[in-house]
């Protein structure tokens, strides 16, 4: 018969531990913190059963419950260090907002505000006018809507000017906008009906105007945000559109997607369609996104004259798509940054773009030499950073990456991957790279310290 440890005796009883255990009810509760000691029991009377080295001390016991707890507790949704030099990571949650945009929220989040409430008046007001004033001062717009996202925005005005109606698309455009999510489908659910015309490279004015109809009410331009046609292609202007759609009296409507407020030429990228553009070339009504190279909050915005706006903000479907106040708050802060001249240098993805290469292989190389400084083998590699968000397919930054060498890279972007600051870095060439261009400043030093106790 083996001897029984000893030890399995000497432990003290939930409720012994739980009387020591104040600190963890105030952050835990006391059924969890219960529930945790009693977990935390089990284990270790099974690592003792084993012959496994356990410190049974209470004080060793109580750690072993506040790291339970603290796996319990800690939230799903969570900040982490984005190393991969993709500036719009649509899985790490597209753009980091300014400073200003955080405050902004933070000044609504915690109290009551004018959402919508008219000071001046003391009567109900509209949540609608927060961000309008500031989106028609910078894009000329006559009126503007801010929902959701642009999802949302492209639904909404379909359903609210196309329902049952024929809207006519380039065979080209039929977008997919990634999560699985295709434009035609989102067209379908508002309930127009999707007249496809030309061919998957070459769509001229005249294949819209051949498929006009007493049923048709619009034409659509959606832009190839997420990809590039090269080679023999062809696709008619937003001017050619909107003169055949205005001679019709039909609408012009614009997917932008991304859409940019500045002219992106200025980092040494294409040039990124403006909704400026868009309503300078005719389109009646715009829809672009707030999270992508706008740099704000998730958002849809639209874009047009005030009686279309007007009829879209009174459709049912503008109640289960409006936005809420935080969003609002951030979005008009965001683009403050842009009337006051400031945008580049306080909207993280602007700067992002914006970063000289000099500044960035300045930090590369004083994060190599500081993890040298540690012993860790790491070197400044030059790499390409990404725009990501589906914008600017292809378009690359020139970058200088600090690249540790390892034998098993996938091991220790896996390890990273579960630091309580996640770092999201990337492989190239059997080596894990990581790109100062998107940790923001006030992450460096806690990257820094959270790597080099990793390698
Ligand atoms: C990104 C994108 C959308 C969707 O915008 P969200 O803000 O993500 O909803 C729609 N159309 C195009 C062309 C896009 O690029």
Redesign the pocket.
């Known amino acids: 018969m083996p001897t029984i440890n000893p030890l399995l005796r000497q432990l003290p009883s939930v409720d012994v531990l739980l009387q020591q255990a104040e600190h963890l009810i105030n952050q835990f509760g006391r059924d969890k913190t219960k529930n945790a000691l009693r977990d935390m029991l089990q284990n270790v009377r099974n690592a003792l059963m084993r012959d496994e080295q356990v410190d049974i001390r209470p004080q060793s016991l109580l750690e072993m419950a506040q790291n339970l707890l603290i796996s319990q507790f800690l939230p799903t949704l969570r900040g982490v260090i984005n190393a991969t030099g993709v500036i719009i990571h649509?899985n790490l949650g597209?753009a980091p907002l300014s400073q200003s945009a955080q405050h902004a929220m933070l000044a609504v989040a915690g109290g009551y505000s004018t959402l919508e409430f008219d000071t001046q008046t003391g009567k109900r007001g509209s949540r609608h006018i927060h961000a309008e004033a500031v989106i028609c001062d910078i894009t000329g717009a006559e009126a503007a809507m801010v929902v959701?996202?642009?999802?949302?925005?492209?639904l909404l005005m379909l359903s609210a000017l196309a329902k049952e109606r024929e809207v006519i698309l380039s065979r080209g455009q039929l977008?997919e906008?990634?999560g699985g999510?295709r434009?035609p489908d989102?067209m379908m659910q508002s309930g127009a009906r999707l007249v496809e015309v030309g061919t998957t490279n070459r769509t001229r004015i005249a294949d819209y105007e051949r498929a006009i109809t007493p049923q048709t009410v619009a034409l659509l331009r959606?832009?190839?945000?997420?990809f590039k046609q090269i080679g023999f292609t062809e696709t008619a202007s937003l001017r050619q559109m909107a003169k055949v759609a205005h001679q019709h009296h039909l609408f012009l409507f614009d997917?932008?997607?991304?859409g940019a407020l500045i002219d992106t030429t200025q980092f040494g990228l294409t040039h990124e369609p403006t909704p400026q553009e868009s309503l300078a070339d005719g389109c009646d009504v715009v829809?672009?996104?707030?999270?992508?190279l706008l740099g704000g909050p998730?958002?849809?915005i639209l874009i047009g004259k005030g009686d279309i706006i007007a009829k879209l903000k009174k459709h049912p479907l503008a109640r289960a798509v409006r936005s809420d106040k935080l969003c609002l708050a951030a979005l008009s802060a965001t683009l403050d940054e842009y009337r006051r001249g400031t945008a580049l240098v306080n909207i993280p993805v602007l700067a992002m773009l914006a970063r000289p290469l000099a500044h960035i292989t300045q930090q590369a190389e004083s994060w190599a030499s500081i993890l040298n400084s540690h012993g860790v083998s790491a070197q400044v590699v030059s790499n390409t950073s990404t725009i990501g968000?589906?914008?600017l397919p292809g378009e690359t930054l020139p970058t200088s990456a600090v690249a540790i060498s390892v034998d098993k890279p996938d091991d220790l972007l896996a390890k990273l991957r579960r630091l309580p600051t996640p770092i999201i870095a990337r492989i190239a060439d059997d080596q894990v790279l990581f790109d100062p261009r998107t940790v923001l400043p006030e992450q460096e030093s806690l990257f820094l310290g959270q790597l080099q106790q990793v390698v």
Do not use: E
């Open positions: 649509t597209r959701n996202n642009n999802a949302a925005a492209v977008v906008i990634g999510f434009v989102v959606i832009h190839a945000s997420n997917d932008l997607g991304s829809a672009f996104s707030g999270d992508k998730q958002a849809g968000g589906g914008s």
